[in-house]
């Protein structure tokens, strides 16, 4: 029998979880408004690169989930018996001073798909708690090593690194970590690779060198022995699919050998193919001493995160005072955790899925550009399987100048059209307060999936021409 509270009087399912959620469900990142009169969107199942609710209704899960669905959503059975093999055997044990075969294989195997040398695998179970084991371990690393003033951290500005309070002060997003100040003392903000609005005769060239110069001059006003390490993320998400230009990435090795200070490739997002290669760092070339991962290493199928690093970073820790990585969780590298990410990446190794994402993305790519016809769209950006529409009222300024405020315009108008159009993907406005559209799908994304996607982001960019020009 099922127990319902007594103030709530469902006249169906639908009603009861409508307002069984209301009032028990605390969401993440979810306006007031949905816990009033709004109505929840309640999903019920997938297949492939789609989702459908309770009524029936089909959508295009256009953000992989929250870009972390990389196989889609039709191998539930398959990581399912994966998961329930190893729930038989050993349910549960921990990795303090113990292991177990799940988490021995599969730091194996991520180690093998790392860029070289990185061959350390610390498992967690998010983003954010990747992001905050780093940060432990840099500190721990140049403790070790005597250097007691290296404290401080840099990172990207609008860059987003997690809801953890050590990782909410790496974020750039100051629109959600400024209420929770102060944070973590003695994290510092650079600029980020967004190229677009950057003066138009400014070469790829003089922008790396802006961006280098930027950063080594702010290590140098903050005194290099001081600075502990730098969190970029190879593919910045937030502000919009923000890609490295060219020499960046040699750059930034560079100025972090040059001054002691440990570089950290945040690949929460970009890891497990969501660029073509297993992690983004390879694809650009970055050689960071410590790479954060989660969301793609098991598709979403069930939290799992982790770090990997070297035996160069890793040696003064183990050799030193503490004789230990002083840092632990009770989930990290759970063995149905670890047991699901092996089934994740053989079924990827199997279907070719980072092959999928090679041989698509540039017609991907092709697609999206020919939206800029659109008077509305100002710049497409992105690579793989993860773009960015940037949205504008006046090309030639690259600004939203329209009477309409894009924070309005996008929650009344623009995200509303798209939901109705079967697309869910992310609709947003960015700190400098222009409209964006991010997609970033399963890996499994076919050709003819692109091509529907791309037109109903036709129709939709279509029906928004009467909010004014100029």
């Given at each position: 029998m099922t127990i319902v509270e007594k103030d709530i009087v469902p006249t169906s399912k639908t009603d009861e979880l409508q307002a069984l959620a209301k009032k028990h469900l605390l969401m993440?990142?979810?306006s007031a408004?949905?816990?009033?009169?709004?109505?929840?969107?309640?999903?019920?199942?997938?297949?492939?690169?789609?989702?459908?609710?309770?009524?029936?209704?089909?959508?295009?899960?256009?953000?992989?989930?929250?870009?972390?669905?990389?196989v889609g959503y039709s191998h539930g059975e398959e990581i399912g018996e994966a998961i329930k093999a190893q729930m038989c055997k050993l349910p549960y044990f921990s990795n303090w001073s113990f292991a177990h075969e799940p988490s021995i294989r599969l730091a194996a195997k991520v180690a093998s798909l790392a860029p070289p040398s990185m061959n350390r695998v610390f498992f967690t179970s998010s983003g954010s708690e990747s992001n905050e084991s780093a940060m432990k371990l840099i500190r721990q690393y140049h403790l070790a090593r005597g250097d007691h003033a290296k404290t401080k951290f840099i990172a990207r500005r609008v860059s987003y690194h997690g809801t953890s309070f050590g990782a909410l002060s790496l974020n750039g997003m100051t629109n959600i970590r400024n209420i929770f100040e102060p944070l973590i003392p003695g994290v510092r903000h650079v600029s980020n690779t967004k190229r677009y609005k950057?003066?138009?005769?400014?070469?790829?060239?003089?922008?790396?060198?802006?961006?280098?110069?930027?950063?080594?001059?702010?290590?140098?006003?903050?005194?290099?022995?001081?600075?502990?390490?730098?969190?970029?993320?190879?593919?910045?998400?937030?502000?919009?699919s923000l890609t490295p230009p060219a020499g960046y990435a040699d750059g930034i090795r560079h100025l972090c050998d040059k001054y002691g200070v440990l570089l950290v490739a945040d690949e929460v997002i970009c890891g497990f193919g969501r660029l073509g290669e297993w992690f983004g760092s390879i694809r650009?070339?970055?050689?960071?001493?410590?790479i954060t991962f989660a969301k793609g290493i098991a598709s979403g199928y069930i939290p799992l995160g982790g770090m990997i690093t070297s035996d160069a970073v890793m040696e003064p820790i183990l050799n030193g005072p503490q004789q230990m990585f002083l840092h632990g969780l009770t989930y990290g590298g759970h063995p149905a955790a670890c047991a699901a990410a092996l089934a994740n990446i053989e079924i990827m190794e199997r279907e070719g899925v980072l092959n999928n994402v090679r041989r698509n993305q540039a017609y991907f790519r092709a697609k999206l550009e020919e939206l800029k016809a659109h008077a509305i769209v100002g710049d497409v950006r992105g690579d793989g399987y993860h773009y960015s529409l940037e949205l504008v009222t006046d090309k030639a300024n690259r600004s939203w100048t329209s009477a309409v405020?894009?924070?309005?315009?996008?929650?009344?108008r623009l995200a509303p059209a798209l939901f109705k159009s079967?697309?869910?993907?992310?609709?947003a406005v960015d700190h400098e307060g222009t409209p964006?559209?991010?997609?970033?799908p399963p890996l499994i994304l076919s050709l003819e999936e692109i091509d529907w996607l791309v037109a109903r982001l036709d129709v939709v960019l279509g029906q928004q021409i009467e909010i004014g020009f100029d």
């Open positions: 993440h990142f979810t408004t949905y816990y009033e009169s709004a109505p929840l969107t309640i999903m019920s199942r997938g297949e492939g690169c789609w989702v459908w609710d309770e009524f029936g209704n089909r959508y295009l899960d256009g953000l992989a989930g929250l870009y972390c669905v990389n950057r003066p138009q005769d400014e070469s790829e060239a003089q922008f790396t060198a802006f961006l280098l110069n930027e950063i080594e001059s702010l290590i140098i006003q903050e005194g290099p022995d001081t600075v502990a390490g730098l969190f970029i993320e190879p593919l910045q998400n937030a502000g919009g650009y070339g970055i050689k960071p001493d410590i405020p894009s924070t309005e315009f996008v929650a009344t079967g697309l869910l993907c992310r609709a964006l559209i991010q997609v970033s």
